[in-house]
């Protein structure tokens, strides 16, 4: 249907019905799962290449929109405001059970906005439930380091409820339907061995378009765990990967169906950043950007930040020019003066990159602006003249703008005098 819908409006763009291309962009977007993407890798390049076409057409609209969200009973509880160089809200929690009502008063432009909902109990009845399911997914660490992609071994498991008023210990032919989130892709040499061993697994496999793995079994036991594993390779990284379902149902009912949620990518709380063969690992959230010319920051507060056992580094930057690469933004910067220093370090002058996340839209850095940054250890490669310095702006990171002596306005003088004093403490005193 998506892809249908997406050739439809391809030719409805031809045409240059601009309005009625416009309700049919909505009905897409609103087709998209959590995070950008659909439910597979056709729908979605032949959809983002309509998107893509369309917002050409609409370039010239600006982008000027104050987005409020509100609970209807409760209240406002958070405004975003969005322009062409801030066109990426960050993700709140509504935490108040109630219904979200989205306003855009007399804005400028168009907007979409994505609501999840996270489920703490995810099976199905235990009495409607003829199986007890278990599924586990782990970093194949020998295939991981020989592949340019995450390779992951998925294991699902199944046992059956015996009934005891029937007789039936075992069950007959049944169904094992693993969803795999975007991003995902099934083995499926794996698959056929399953399948064409002497201990034939499963009978039957298939790969729907929509990335369910369906495989078939002749039986499943009732006094131990039938237990199927294949591995599954990341071929491209998701924003906000959704969860994925291991569904098993007899093969004629399937109306009774056993369902768990399962996390593909494990309780992942880090990223890779990697140069080369050499890779740290960094938060996923994002660094902490301080407002501008907050006087009410003491230099007790910088002093208990910069001195935490994690912090590695305290330097004074400016930025040269920035570069997005793939998921992250990497910062060329200048490091000015150096006040705290970590195991590895760059000298005073030198080149230095700093990386963020692209998601991470709060921290916008300039070129030809200065910044005050601590953070963690720098991920280092080469020696000598071709050594690189390379420091994650993630979750452990404090970042601040240092006025330039020129900046004229009110309180940038005593803002510049409060940061002066406190990196003049640090460097003499130290932690």
């Known amino acids: 249907m998506v892809e249908t819908t997406a050739y439809v409006l391809l030719s409805i763009l031809l045409k240059g019905d601009h309005n009625y291309a416009k309700s049919v962009m909505k009905w897409l977007t609103e087709e998209q799962r959590f995070g950008g993407g659909f439910y597979s890798t056709q729908d979605t390049v032949i959809a983002l290449e309509c998107l893509t076409e369309y917002s050409i057409l609409i370039k010239r609209l600006t982008l000027d929109m104050n987005v409020k969200a509100s609970y209807k ?16 809200g960050r993700p709140v929690d509504a935490s108040v059970k109630d219904n979200i009502d989205i306003h855009t008063g007399s ?23 003829d199986f007890q399911l278990k599924i586990d997914v782990t970093l194949d660490e020998e295939k991981y380091y020989l592949s340019f ?7 699902a498991c199944a046992k059956y409820k015996p009934r005891r008023r029937t007789g039936q210990f075992s069950s007959p032919h049944a169904v094992i339907d693993v969803s795999l989130p975007n991003g995902l892709e099934a083995n499926e040499e794996d698959l056929s061995l399953l399948s064409n061993s002497v201990d034939q697994l499963i009978s039957k496999y298939e790969i729907t378009p929509d990335g369910h793995v369906v495989m078939q079994v002749d039986s499943i036991p009732g006094n131990e765990f039938l237990c199927v594993g294949f591995r599954i390779t990341e071929i491209y990284r998701v924003g906000v990967p959704s969860p ?9 009912e399937p109306d009774k169906k056993c369902t768990i949620f399962y ?43 910069a001195c935490r056992d994690n ?23 200048v490091l000015l003066e ?44 080469g020696e000598g003249a071709s050594a690189k310095y390379q420091y994650p702006l993630d979750d452990l990171t404090w970042i601040e703008w240092w006025p330039l002596p020129n900046t004229a306005c009110d309180s940038c003088q005593t803002f510049r005098e409060s940061l002066d004093e406190f990196v003049d403490d640090l460097f003499l005193s130290g932690c």
């Open 107 to 129: 804005s400028t432009g168009t907007a979409a906005v994505t609501l999840r909902s996270v489920y703490y109990v995810s099976s199905v009845s235990e009495d409607t439930c």
């Open 149 to 155: 992609n995450e390779v992951r071994l998925l294991v």
């Open 311 to 333: 912090i590695a580094y305290v330097y004074k930057v400016v930025i040269k020019s920035s570069k997005e690469e793939g998921s992250f933004v990497r910062y060329q910067a």
């Open 73 to 88: 009973f409760q209240g406002d509880f958070h405004t975003y405001r969005l322009t062409h160089h801030n066109y990426i």
């Open 244 to 252: 994925g379902t291991f569904s098993v149902y007899d093969y004629h």
């Open 338 to 381: 150096p006040y705290k220093l970590g195991v590895t370090f760059a000298e005073k002058n030198t080149e230095i990159i700093l990386i963020k996340k692209s998601s991470c839209t709060d921290i916008q850095l300039n070129p030809k602006e200065n910044y005050l940054i601590m953070g963690k250890e720098a991920l280092k490669t």
């Open 263 to 305: 996390n593909a990518y494990g309780e992942e709380s880090l990223v890779k950043l990697c140069e080369g063969s050499e890779c740290r690992c960094m938060e996923a959230e994002c660094g902490h950007m301080q407002p501008r010319l907050d006087t009410s920051i003491t230099l007790d507060t910088r002093k208990e930040a």
